[in-house]
């Protein structure tokens, strides 16, 4: 085989070990952690022609399941997002588990400040949870480009 | 070697870089115009909307500019190194792919111009542009097969005629380059020949929106290491040349393309990430498949400075960095593959912050992207390419690159920095506090948040005006070029030190390579890809535009 000279073994071999124990820790922080990706399922579940027909998505709508604990069923739509925003408010120090798919095109659902930034694809469930520890006004918007009004797509979430 | 370059060889080659040239002007024109719109500055006449710029911006840098760019270049390189001109098969696929990509081009750029895809370059269905602009894609990727099977024919040829010896270092450089866009481009032409087109038609109703993104990035990422590739060769081997020294190992050289063809297809999830339908086990498994770059990226990093540090103590540099001062930064051919170079270790390091799994969560479809890949391509390759347009021209057209033209091209290499270190570093930062990226001007009805990226909007635009005025420099530079005085220009190729080990033969055995490539796809492929097709549900088409 290939001989290579001793100081770029060294290189390599230090860059190399650096890498899996890197590797390593983004795995086990994801998979043991609960810091994954969005979305740990893989549904296919819903039609997105048909989402008013689809429950939960038929009624997009915010309800407490717990202690400071609540679930957030949402659909994105080209150019806004469902429940409207005067529904949109938890206490402070609330977990909120969103779940959101969209009815038309692809759109994002991001919380900037935050680590909420997903994807939202036609016929797909996406998943993201946070705790809102602060009270305000936290901006909701679309980050990925879905039609002429895709700049003015956006919501609020109000923690009080 | 014969010092001129073939002439009929030259017409090719050149038709190809000023075809990129003209695309890199009018993108530059669409870039700055994006930049100014996005800080307020300016609001753009009735008729043109911030996507249809920002498409026509994206489809002329991302695929034309460079697609462009990248065959001239290899056509000159296996003209120069395998025997010298093309042979007559080799040079009528060239002009062949020319057409079909130059017709392309056209037909897409007056699709966008109609406001008939205003879809972005990425064209993320089910937002449905007009059939004739997929078409449009169809006729640029398949140019480009046929310019690549142009490049195979001459190494084969050559190959032939040499039976044992080692292929020039250049050529096999440019052909693994074309392998990996064959293989790359395999992704785009299924979803837009299977899915895009019946669907834009009407043939079909709906679309397999899940689908075409996976296919759209099992060839987007690989896109990339198709403009990174062309960009070492000219650190691996046009370099050493110009600085007077010699290439440090043909084998590590190789063995970094090899893997750069290996790793750089069956990853394709690192930018779906965030995306449902995927399940994270996939998504992890080809993250780790990404890292896997670094390798060849460190080969590649110790090569070059290693190259450099032997070339300055043999001409008497001492101390630990007594070597910068022997390169010759006055040459616009060194300069500017050189600041290219540089650029690439923050950019790199970007890169691996994207694609580390959950911590994309924070940039992605931010500003910081943007900003990441303006390092990347826009800089990096950018520059790589403009350093390699300073002297070849000159020598496919038999003139000089003279003292004036050469100090123009430090000038706007300058300038081109400059311009980005404002435009790519607010970008990156104000992508860090969440500012979305392919996006008009909005500040959300006044939200706090969004106020404050304002001002990094205004450095945007003042990066972009600059990088502009950096693009004038060029026009006037290559004109220049074309005018030059007569005469014989180096094509610089470096030999390799006398020194270096022996390049193992493993290296040209092509099935071999196509084979590991190919079970590496199967193995991140194939699970998530069949569970997209049976059990993902249609989606009609949105012209939401
Ligand atoms: C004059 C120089 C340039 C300027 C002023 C410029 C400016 C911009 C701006 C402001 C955006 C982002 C807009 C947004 O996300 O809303 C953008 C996007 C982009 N630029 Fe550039 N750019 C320049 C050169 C380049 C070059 C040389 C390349 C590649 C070779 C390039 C590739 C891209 C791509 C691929 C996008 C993304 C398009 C999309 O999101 O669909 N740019 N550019
Ligand atoms: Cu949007
Ligand atoms: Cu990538």
New interface residues.
């Given amino acids: 085989m290939m001989h290579i000279h001793r100081l770029e073994k060294i290189w390599l071999t230090f860059g190399m070990a650096m890498l899996a124990v890197f590797l390593l820790i983004l795995g086990l922080s994801a998979f043991t952690m609960g810091m994954d990706t969005p979305n740990s399922g893989h549904d296919h579940s819903v039609h997105a022609a048909k989402l008013s027909e689809t429950p939960p998505f038929d009624h997009p709508a915010i309800t407490q399941i717990g202690d400071r604990e609540y679930e957030a069923v949402m659909t994105a739509w080209a150019f806004g997002y469902s429940p409207d925003q005067d529904q949109l408010v938890v206490p402070a120090g609330s977990t909120v588990h969103f779940s959101v798919t969209s009815s038309d095109v692809v759109h994002g659902f991001e919380i900037p400040g935050t680590n909420v930034n997903m994807m939202v694809l036609p016929g797909e469930v996406n998943h993201v949870s946070h705790k809102f520890d602060e009270p305000g006004e936290y901006l909701i918007l679309c980050n990925e480009y879905c039609g002429i009004g895709h700049q003015a797509m956006f919501t609020k979430l109000i923690v009080t | 070697m014969n010092p001129t370059f073939d002439r009929k060889d030259g017409r090719l080659v050149l038709a190809h870089l000023l075809f990129a040239y003209v695309a890199l002007l009018l993108g530059g024109v669409c870039g700055m115009l994006q930049s100014m719109v996005k800080s307020g500055s300016i609001t753009l006449p009735a008729n043109i909307?911030y996507?249809e710029l920002?498409t026509a911006h994206g489809v002329l840098m991302a695929l034309v500019f460079t697609t462009f760019f990248i065959i001239g270049f290899l056509y000159s390189g296996i003209s120069r190194t395998l025997g010298g001109s093309l042979t007559g098969v080799s040079r009528s696929l060239g002009w062949i792919g020319f057409t079909l990509m130059a017709a392309g081009t056209v037909l897409g750029v007056i699709m966008i111009l109609l406001n008939k895809a205003?879809v972005?370059y990425t064209f993320?269905?089910?937002?449905k542009a007009s059939p004739w602009f997929y078409i449009a894609l169809v006729l640029l990727v398949v140019g480009s097969w046929l310019s690549g099977y142009g490049i195979f024919a001459q190494y084969r040829t050559w190959r032939k005629a040499n039976t044992g010896k080692l292929s020039p270092l250049l050529a096999f450089m440019a052909v693994v380059t074309m392998l990996l866009w064959q293989i790359a481009t395999l992704g785009v032409a299924a979803t837009v020949l299977l899915q895009f087109i019946p669907w834009s038609f009407g043939w079909v109703e709906t679309i397999n929106?899940?689908l075409s993104?996976t296919l759209f990035w099992y060839f987007g990422h690989p896109l990339v290491y198709f403009w990174l590739m062309p960009a070492y060769m000219c650190w691996y081997v046009i370099v050493p040349k110009i600085i007077g020294g010699k290439i440090y190992?043909d084998?590590?050289a190789r063995?970094a393309f090899i893997l750069l063809l290996l790793f750089s297809i069956p990853v394709g999830f690192h930018h779906?990430?965030?995306?449902?339908?995927?399940?994270?086990f996939w998504?992890?498994l080809q993250?780790?498949l990404t890292?896997m770059v670094?390798?060849p990226s460190?080969?590649t990093a110790?090569s070059l400075f290693?190259t450099f540090e032997l070339n300055g103590r043999a001409r008497g540099a001492t101390g630990l960095f007594g070597w910068l001062k022997k390169l010759p930064w006055k040459d616009v051919r060194f300069f500017a593959p050189f600041m290219g170079m540089l650029v690439f270790i923050p950019a790199g390091a970007g890169g691996i912050i994207n694609a580390?799994?959950?911590?994309?969560?924070?940039v992605?479809?931010?500003l910081w992207v943007t900003g990441h890949f303006h390092l990347t391509v826009a800089t990096s390759v950018a520059l790589t390419f403009f350093g390699i347009g300073y002297w070849l021209i000159p020598v496919v057209t038999g003139r000089r690159l003279t003292k004036r033209l050469n100090n123009l091209g430090i000038i706007q290499v300058v300038t081109w920095c400059i311009g980005m270190l404002f435009m790519s570093g607010s970008m990156h930062i104000t992508g860090l506090?969440?500012?979305?990226?392919?996006?008009?001007?909005?500040t959300?009805?006044d939200?706090p948040?969004?106020i404050l990226w304002m001002p990094y909007h205004v450095a945007m635009a003042v990066g972009g005006i600059i990088l502009f005025i950096s693009l004038i420099v060029l026009l006037a530079a290559v004109v220049g070029l074309l005018l030059a005085p007569r005469g014989v220009e180096e094509y610089p190729i470096g030999e390799v030190i006398d020194t270096a080990?022996k390049t193992?033969k493993l290296f040209e055995r092509w099935g071999l390579w196509i084979g590991v490539s190919a079970a590496l796809i199967l193995i991140a492929y194939t699970i998530p890809l069949a569970?997209?097709i049976t059990?993902?549900?249609?989606?009609?088409g949105?012209k939401?535009?």
């Fill in positions: 909307g996507y920002l205003t972005l993320y269905a089910p937002l929106v899940l993104r190992s084998a590590l063995l779906q990430l965030m995306e449902p339908g995927i399940a994270p998504k992890f993250v780790v890292f670094i390798v460190l080969i110790f290693a580390s799994n959950q911590m994309n969560a924070v992605h479809n931010t506090f969440g500012d979305p990226r392919r996006t008009d001007y909005t959300y009805n939200s948040e969004s080990e193992p569970d997209m059990g993902g549900t249609g989606s009609p949105y939401f535009w």
